[in-house]
């Protein structure tokens, strides 16, 4: 059960994530010179459409340096951002899971966490791989793709990062029944969680928008 609404869920959100980011970047019709702005504006003026700003120009910031005015390595730094907060929330879960504190279906569903979110790892890695190749052909490092080679790229990346996305949404779903989320269990998992889950709609969007080649 829980397998079959997990293979359709990751799509449904990809298509609802990027409405959500065109729907935002419409509504934004003025937007600073991103070319002539300099990196940190480039990326600020990338994360003001994305669904968390504030968290995408805090954390994306810092690589201002190596993203340069690249979308595809702004894309790529903000899988591999996303990537780091799927290890440490892994890291969280498997401390509870491991702890012994936990009322039996609390225990489940941390254990159940631990392997979603160990999916998660997996997909983000293969996303920050997909994009790292993808700047070393726009940089001629790598010889260039064909464009439906290239599009399905993309796709595989959208499709990953929103079934990472899921994964920690259904990671916290977990715990929202008495049995497993009370005595402040609930609230802990989704401070542990919370941040993957914004990371990778963050994530999303900036790919999607790469892939349009225009600011979310
Ligand atoms: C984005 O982050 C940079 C660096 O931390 C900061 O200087 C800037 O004020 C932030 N911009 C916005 C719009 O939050
Ligand atoms: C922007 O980043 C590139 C490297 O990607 C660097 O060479 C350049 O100096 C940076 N420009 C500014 C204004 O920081
Ligand atoms: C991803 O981030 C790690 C540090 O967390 C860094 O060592 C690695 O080079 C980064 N990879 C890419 C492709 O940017
Ligand atoms: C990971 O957790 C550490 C503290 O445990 C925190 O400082 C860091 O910001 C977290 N990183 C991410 C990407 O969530």
């Known amino acids: 059960m829980a397998g079959s609404l997990r293979s359709v869920l ?28 300099g990196n940190a504006s480039f990326v600020t003026a990338w994360c003001a459409g994305t669904e968390y700003p504030a968290l995408c120009n805090a954390t994306l910031s810092p690589y201002a340096a190596t993203v340069g005015d690249s979308p595809t390595r702004l894309a790529c730094a903000a899988l591999n951002v996303t990537l780091a907060g799927a290890r440490n929330a892994t890291k969280a879960m498997k401390g509870m899971a491991a702890g012994g504190q936990l009322a039996p279906a609390a225990a489940e569903a941390a254990r159940d966490c631990v392997s979603m979110l160990g999916d998660a790892v997996g997909l983000l890695g293969q996303s920050v791989e997909a994009m ?31 079934a ?40 999303l969007c900036i790919v999607n928008a790469m892939a349009n080649q225009a600011p979310p």
């Open 10 to 37: 990751p799509l449904l959100s990809a298509v609802l994530l990027s409405c959500w980011c065109c729907i935002a970047g419409a509504a934004r019709p003025v937007r600073p010179d991103i070319r002539g702005g």
């Open 164 to 203: 990472a996305l899921t994964d920690g949404d259904v990671c916290m779903d977990g715990f929202k029944g008495q049995a497993a989320g009370h005595g402040g269990v609930r609230k802990a998992v989704r401070r542990h969680v919370l941040g993957l889950v914004h990371l990778s709609a963050n994530a």
């Open 132 to 162: 790292s190749e993808a700047a070393a052909e726009e940089e001629g490092r790598a010889p260039q793709p064909s464009r439906r080679m290239a599009r399905f790229r993309v796709d595989s990346v959208l499709t990953w990062a929103s």
